[in-house]
């Protein structure tokens, strides 16, 4: 999976797997819907450039090797006739070819700094966040995160380049939940013998998972995907999705949070 496909800044190619230990379950079915489910959820739509990246920010003057990649990246795509809006790894070794990407940034790693051509800097570890789909208020501590990324940049972009592309991650579990049979024995049964209401097991079985939030701005979505093979679980779902609709009509118009697509946040 390519994180630049799932709304996120950055070109991220990882491996993801995804196993049902459901025993009445189809392995060869499986196995070919999974794929298929995620391969309709990707799209070239992104997260805004401005939204991710701060054009206030001072630029940076670029010495020795970094300035020769740089310059060798923006001459490859000169010569292909693409964009010059490049991103630049310059920690990459002298001896290989510069690693760039357009529009997006390189894949982030815990210690590689990254150039870009059109901010005329290097990419700050909040940036970094933003890139993997990182994004401090859906934390439980956001105060935290922030002042992480304000006075220890170093260890943020350790932990960045570390974590999951988030985007890609919820969406190995909304494909699951079309086809996981082992979801089936989350819902009534546990609702009747624990007392539970399926908003609070939902919630208590998305902690399991360390989902601690989920926002939905295009929630037609996921309730087409949910309709799509759920025999338990799309009852609380839609529960919560009912409230959080509920919530959003009671507020004043111009008081609503609207993001320009989907975002689901662990």
């Known amino acids: 999976m390519d994180a630049r496909q799932y709304l996120l800044r950055q070109r991220r190619n990882r491996i993801y797997g995804c196993g049902d230990l459901d025993e009445g379950q189809d392995a060869a079915l499986f196995s070919q819907q999974m794929p298929t489910s995620i391969e309709h959820m990707a799209s070239d739509v992104v997260f805004p450039f401005d939204s991710i990246f701060d054009r206030t920010l001072p630029k940076c003057a670029l010495h020795g090797n970094a300035l020769d990649q740089v310059n060798a990246a923006l001459e490859a795509s000169i010569s292909k006739g693409e964009s010059q809006n490049l991103f630049v ?87 699951s939940l079309i086809h996981a049979k082992g979801w089936s024995h989350i819902g009534i049964n546990d609702i009747l013998t624990t007392g539970s209401s399926p908003e609070h097991l939902l919630r208590d079985q998305c902690r399991m998972m360390q989902l601690t939030k989920v926002t939905m701005t295009n929630q037609n979505h996921l309730h087409l995907l949910l309709r799509r093979g759920l025999p338990v679980c799309p009852p609380t779902s839609h529960l919560h999705l009912r409230e959080h609709d509920l919530k959003q009509r009671q507020q004043p118009k111009h008081t609503r949070q609207v993001s320009p697509c989907s975002r689901y946040c662990f």
């Not at 815990?110 to 993997?132: D, G, K, N, W």
């Open 89 to 175: 790894d310059t920690s990459t070794s002298s001896k290989r070819n510069p690693e760039a990407a357009e529009g997006v940034t390189t894949c982030i790693r815990p210690s590689h700094a990254i150039y870009s051509t059109e901010l005329q800097r290097y990419v700050t570890a909040q940036e970094m966040f933003l890139c993997q789909g990182l994004f401090a208020q859906d934390f439980e501590n956001p105060r935290a995160v922030q002042h992480l990324l304000e006075t220890d940049p170093k260890q943020a972009q350790d932990l960045a380049g570390n974590a999951f592309a988030s985007t890609c991650a919820q969406v190995q579990l909304l494909a």
